[in-house]
């Protein structure tokens, strides 16, 4: 098992654990370091990693654990590129949801989803479940594929009620509230959990590794596979969904008690409103399931279980 995934076990067992973890793993300053500093960092873990069941002390330690935890992959053991690593996520991500949240022509909008949908199916990838294994194809062009046609549904999902409201002239005030305000919100959640099930439907068809408490690997699963993938896409509708919806109840609250005096002001502290909720809610997201998944013995395929009396065993879950 990869030191990450043991640390994951030994640090983050509750979700307030888990969200402490990832609010410093999140740093954008993180991602300014360079590869041989990281990969010092990697050694440094090894050579503590035998600590790792107890809880760590060492200051300089800890954040050797953070670099890795938001740097290198826990499955192939490679540094992820600068722009898909979690610290980058939120910087990238968040003028794509304000410019996204702000359109109100179809064509724009489809645009803007496909650039979001496509950064956030890419990270996808990079983050997911590295062992799922595949003969006679490339897994990965396979998943390219399914990639681009998740995005491309999404970014049209998400510019259909635009284009309807446009082309037929619905212009009372209850479908503008409708189609503006409340729509967009549950869209963007199911498009988003969309593609992550597209773009990571092999490891639920092919299985991934599931591991004894030891870390030592008794099989590929393709139950613990569908767990991973479901419980990341939920946390991503959850992300996404309310990044999209709170600030909108927030900024009412904010123009029915007149707050703000100046109506020029409104867009500015809309933007600090959408930037303060995806702020909170990407560690909660990424908090909701733990990172180094659980799957108990009576979820696995009887073929796997021949080899171990073991009960619990452990997976990575993927971002």
Known sequence: MDANLRYWRAEGQSFLQRFLLWADALDPLLLFKSPNEIKRTRLLIQINEKTL????????????????????????????????????????????????????????????????????????????????????????????????????????VGALPLAFVNRYALKSPLMQLFVKKLLPAPLLGLTSAFTVAMVRSPEFDNGIEVMDRNGKVIGVSKKAGE?????????????????????????????????????????????????????????????????CGEIKRADLEPEILTSTEETEFFYNRGI
Not at 129 to 134: D, F, L, S, Y
Request: aromatic content about 12%; hydrophobic content about 45%.
């Open 53 to 156: 069941s107890e809880p760590i002390q060492n200051k300089q330690t800890k954040q050797a654990f953070l670099l890795s935890l938001s740097s290198v992959h826990p499955d192939t053991d490679k540094i992820i590129p600068v722009l898909f690593r979690p610290p980058a996520f939120m910087p990238i991500t968040l003028p794509l949801v304000i410019v996204s949240s702000v359109q109100h022509q179809a064509k724009h909008s489809f645009f803007w989803q496909f650039v979001f949908h496509t950064y956030t199916t890419a990270f996808t990838l990079v983050n997911g479940n590295g062992t799922p294994k595949a003969e006679g194809y490339s897994l990965q062009q396979k998943q390219i594929f399914l990639g681009l046609g998740a995005i491309s549904y999404s970014a049209c």
């Open 227 to 291: 767990k991973a993938v479901m419980e990341t896409a939920l946390s991503r509708a959850v992300l996404f969904g309310t990044t999209f919806f709170l600030p909108e109840v927030l900024m009412y609250f904010v123009r029915r008690a007149r707050l703000v005096k100046n109506p020029r002001a409104l867009g500015p502290v809309r933007m600090f409103v959408i930037m303060s909720v995806l702020a909170g809610m990407l560690p909660a997201s990424f908090s909701m399931f733990p990172q």
